[in-house]
């Protein structure tokens, strides 16, 4: 009954560059790109496996006044919408941050401010990753 870390992302002005940099510092592989040039990288086993991946988020101007790194987790044993209503109960709220409302993905802070997004994909659980 828990959420897992899927992703860490980072706005970043040159995703190229810092996935080469994360790539030699972990040994992480590049597991994806987007239309708009952001990167995701991770471990072999890729997303949903041993560790949470790093999605740069190509930001042509980065908010000084914001995070630049946020998590997204994903339900380990429930659907999104079952797993929502679980954190809304735990204290996090729903965030408005220019969403389209089309979005696979929940934008939530905690009970500090601090945003996060609940994703769709459900993963394993930790013990049960990679077995």
Not at 87 to 106: C, V
Not at 109 to 131: H, K, T, W
């Amino acid at each position: 009954m828990a959420c897992r870390i899927g992703e860490l992302v980072l706005d970043c002005r040159d995703p190229e560059l810092l996935a080469r940099f994360w790539c030699e510092v972990l040994d992480f592989v590049v597991l994806g790109t987007e239309d708009d040039g952001s990167i995701e990288i991770g471990a072999r086993d890729g997303f949903g496996g041993s560790q949470p991946t790093i999605f740069l988020s190509k930001s042509d101007e980065p908010d000084p006044h914001k995070p630049r790194l946020h998590i997204d987790v994903n339900a380990t044993d429930r659907d999104q919408a079952a797993e929502l209503e679980r954190l809304l109960a735990l204290g996090a709220r729903k965030a408005d941050i220019g969403q389209t409302g089309e979005e696979s993905w929940h934008v939530l802070q905690d009970p500090e401010g601090n945003e996060f997004c609940l994703l769709r994909q459900r993963i394993a659980p930790v013990s049960a990753a990679g077995s």
